[in-house]
């Protein structure tokens, strides 16, 4: 069994930034792959990066040169740093390992 923890989040103006991060507490392996997902109410949960087990990363079209995703594994924990803030980068943010899903986070970007 996983657990996982989110923080960060809240409300910004747009272009503004804000860090979101997730601890895992249970077993999880250096290699397994970290995704950040997010969801507006209404519509389908969307990936929007993932950090693979030797490092690599991949962003959503949308996100790309503005969103950083990293991870520390020597303390289980992800982050998101997302700057440039748009109002459509609003939604709940997801963290996910394996089959497991952080609590979700509210991200709220004012224009």
């Known amino acids: 069994q996983v657990q996982l923890v989110e923080s960060g989040g809240g409300l910004v103006q747009a272009g503004g930034s804000l860090s979101l991060s997730c601890t895992a507490y249970g077993d999880i392996s250096r290699f397994d792959t970290w995704e950040w997902h997010r969801q507006v109410q209404g519509k389908q949960r969307e990936l929007v990066?993932?950090?693979?087990?030797?490092?690599?990363?991949h962003y959503t079209n949308s996100v790309k040169g503005r969103f950083t995703i990293s991870r520390v594994d020597a303390k289980n924990t992800v982050t998101l740093q997302m700057n440039s803030l748009k109002p459509e980068d609003t939604a709940i943010y997801y963290c996910?390992?394996?089959?497991?899903w952080g609590q979700g986070t509210q991200v709220t970007v004012s224009s």
């Open positions: 990066a993932s950090v693979g087990g030797r490092g690599p990363t």
């Open positions: 996910y390992i394996r089959c497991y």
